[in-house]
């Protein structure tokens, strides 16, 4: 999509809306922040299908397993603005390894990827039963 937006005119935008221009955005080529800055801002700072809190969580998560420091302090102080409490960062502490921890031992047996599917929905199917009996 096209744009007639100006650079001025999003570091404007951007300072109006964060209260300054970062450093990191002014070393980014114009043009790249012109289209970079409206996608940034939708997921980052406006509202989207999944709330504010449950993003920043799932950045933070993110963030730990690519290792970026830049990302993690990010993500995580915007999870506190938006109510993660320390509980649920504890929480979230042991659930971002266990994405790629199990990844690297399912890789590592070359497990066959087809069978690990067929599992996968046998094990969704019975979930999902004990999900709509519930046992007393």
Request: hydrophobic residues 40%; contains cysteine.
């Amino acid at each position: 999509m096209a744009t007639n937006t100006t650079y001025a005119e999003i570091q404007e935008e951007i300072e109006a809306t964060l209260g300054t221009m970062p450093g990191f955005f002014e070393g980014i080529p114009d043009e790249t922040l012109v289209a970079e800055w409206p996608t940034f801002k939708r997921y980052t700072l406006d509202e989207s299908v999944i709330p504010a809190k449950y993003r920043e969580l799932i950045g933070l998560a993110v963030a730990s397993n690519i290792k970026c420091p830049y990302c993690v302090h990010f993500h995580r102080a915007a999870a506190k603005l938006h109510g993660a409490t320390d509980e649920e960062l504890e929480e979230l502490v042991a659930l971002s390894s266990m994405t790629s921890r199990w990844s690297a031992m399912i890789h590592a047996q070359e497990y066959d990827l087809d069978t690990f599917k067929a599992e996968t929905e046998r094990i969704g199917e019975h979930l999902q039963s004990q999900m709509e009996s519930p046992t007393d």
